[in-house]
């Protein structure tokens, strides 16, 4: 709910015509919020594989190991590696002087669209946003990585169908949420060359698409929303049965 709040509310105004301006100061946070939350929400991806990893693994000790206490402190070391994060791209980024073009072709301030428009030398900050991204991206994709291969090893194991399948339906719908999450983030930030043109439509999937199946990934866990599900399409499918034999 919050990473697409940073972006959606300016892109509407745009859309509904009205000045498409955005100050200097909103710009910076812009930036700062979206690699806030964006990393924050990396970091949680690879606590949620962590937890899926004690889970299936170590199931009769799952609750003396994920106990509240150790709950809160990944949260928080989440949410302090964003804010740490966050904070080096946007000092480095801001430090910069802009005095030239002040016209950002990208539908909200971030790395690819601000750093071009500097006066000063960008080098820096642009090495230092592509190894501060890339580099906290690999870390976090490999702690999911480690996890998921304990894990898989653990559900290769499992001699039944059944449990396998219910090990597996624990982790689809966060694998799926990985997917959608660190695609965009690889394409967009670790290329030579950026793409105007590929980033802006990789950015509008990462921003509004990936945020909004993220819900509809989760709740398909859920049995009553399954079988909410089914009622819908066969209600429709009925609908358009009766229609083809009226017609």
Known sequence: MLFPSVTCPKMLLYLSGQSPVISYKGCA?????YHLLGSTEGCLYSVMAYDRYVAICHPLRYMLIMKRGVCVSLVTIACSVGFLH?????????????CASNQVDYFFCDLPAVLPLACSDSTLA??????????????LLFSVCVSYAHIGIAILRIRSAEGRQKAFS???AHLTAILCAYGPVIIIYLQRTPNPLLGAVVQ?????????????IYSLRNKEVK??????????LLGVQKQIWTQ
Do not use: D
């Open 29 to 33: 946070a812009q930036l700062f919020f």
């Open 86 to 98: 966050a904070t080096i791209l946007t000092s480095f980024t801001f430090h910069l002087v802009y």
């Open 227 to 236: 079988r909410s599900l089914r009622k819908v399409f066969q209600n429709v």
């Open 126 to 139: 642009q090495k230092v946003g592509s190894i501060n991204v890339g580099f906290l991206a690999l870390i």
């Open 204 to 216: 509008i999937l990462n921003n509004i698409v990936s945020p909004m199946l993220n819900s509809l």
């Open 170 to 172: 624990t982790c689809s």
